[in-house]
């Protein structure tokens, strides 16, 4: 079982910039395909981004150009960072187990861009 934490969420400007981290605890992730999902109030669960164990990488159309998915294996951490964020990108963001098709046990972090 493996539970993150995530952070780096907060009110942002239209246009502005985000970096998410999700931080492992209690297992690593490098063994995983890791992703990163976004959930706002009345809308479908959305996959932004995910990362393969062989380096691959995706995105939704929504984010393609402005999001970035990376990991730093040694500090067991994931990272998503957000550029040119519109007021669509408001949601809560969790990390992504892409094998099992779920979010990791984690808490999510907000991402609120309003002007």
């Known amino acids: 079982q493996v539970q993150v934490v995530e952070s780096g969420g907060g009110l942002v400007q239209p246009g502005g910039s985000l970096r998410l981290d999700c931080a492992a605890t209690g297992s690593t992730l490098d063994i995983y395909d890791m992703g990163w999902s976004r959930q706002a109030p009345g809308k479908q669960r959305e996959l932004v981004a995910y990362?393969?164990?062989?380096?691959?990488?995706n995105y939704a159309d929504s984010v393609k150009g402005r999001a970035t998915i990376s990991r730093d294996n040694a500090k067991n951490t994931v990272f998503l960072q957000m550029n040119s964020l519109k007021t669509e990108d408001k949601a809560v963001y969790y990390c992504?187990?892409?094998?099992?098709?779920?979010?990791?046990w984690g808490q999510g972090t907000l991402v609120t861009v309003s002007s």
């Open positions: 992504f187990d892409v094998k099992r098709n779920r979010e990791f």
């Open positions: 990362s393969t164990r062989s380096g691959s990488t």
